[in-house]
């Protein structure tokens, strides 16, 4: 089985190169965000994954649906293992994302954003959001196990009543991730990786725990040991 392990590689290049020197592809998988892809391109994809690790592309695609369907298709080409749109697009969006991948050769997982770790009720009903986050999350997530997305991104909050409501093949990708509770930065609901796993999470993504530690790679095997 592949690790549950995601780095986010949010770090200017030249660090990002450092790093992948000093990791393992069998250890873990990395993601690319909005920081690198902007940076470096669509390349950078392929520099990495040169190195021999799956790429996670986490761009969160949120725009009308034919735009999403063009993007999707051009992030196809990059041989992507995962990538997502933002839920919050709607069901067309969803179908649009959907349709471009099951059409593809690669057919990466397709996963939905829900609602970002960074945001609790207060930030939700702010934009406009009655609900709590909780019901906010499970009805988009709802949403895109119907539309027949692969998985959703949630916070390691609502992984166990996830895990309950949504078939049990369906991927539950969680940032959000520290080891020392009180140590957030700017996210807000958070948990350990042990917890994470053990509430139902298929996989971790981890970046600052991971990409600011003197020991990257020592760091990796201290969470992976902490599943076995
Ligand atoms: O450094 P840290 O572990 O907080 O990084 C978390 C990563 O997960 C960041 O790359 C962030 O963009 C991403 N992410 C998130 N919340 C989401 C989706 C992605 O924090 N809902």
Not at 26 to 51: A, H, M, W
Request: aromatic share 6%; net charge neutral; proline share 4%.
């Amino acid at each position: 089985m592949s690790s549950p392990l995601i780095i986010a590689l949010d770090l200017e290049i030249n660090e990002v190169l450092k790093l992948l020197k000093k990791i393992n592809p069998s250890d873990c998988q990395v993601k690319i965000g909005n920081q690198l892809f902007t940076s470096e391109g669509p390349d950078i994809i392929k520099r990495i994954q040169d190195y021999g690790f799956k790429v996670f592309l986490d761009l969160k695609y949120h725009d009308i649906p034919n735009t999403v369907y063009s993007a999707v298709s051009s992030a196809l080409n990059l041989n992507v293992w995962m990538l997502n749109v933002h839920s919050l697009g709607g069901k067309e969006m969803l179908k649009a994302a959907y349709k471009t991948v099951e059409n593809s050769s690669t057919k990466p997982l397709l996963i939905g954003v829900t609602v970002l770790t960074s945001l609790e009720d207060k930030d939700i009903k702010q934009i406009g959001l009655q609900k709590s986050t909780r019901e906010q999350v499970l009805l988009l997530a709802q949403l895109c196990q119907n539309e027949r997305l692969d998985g959703v991104v949630c916070s390691p909050k609502e992984l166990s009543f996830l895990r309950e409501s949504l078939d049990k093949d369906f991927v539950l990708v969680t940032p959000g991730i520290r080891s020392i509770k009180s140590k957030k930065d700017d996210q807000l609901r958070t948990s350990t990786a042990l917890e994470a796993v053990n509430n139902g999470a298929d996989y971790i993504v981890i970046g600052r725990e991971i990409t600011n530690h003197k020991n990257p790679n020592e760091k990796i095997h201290q969470i992976l040991k902490e599943f076995q």
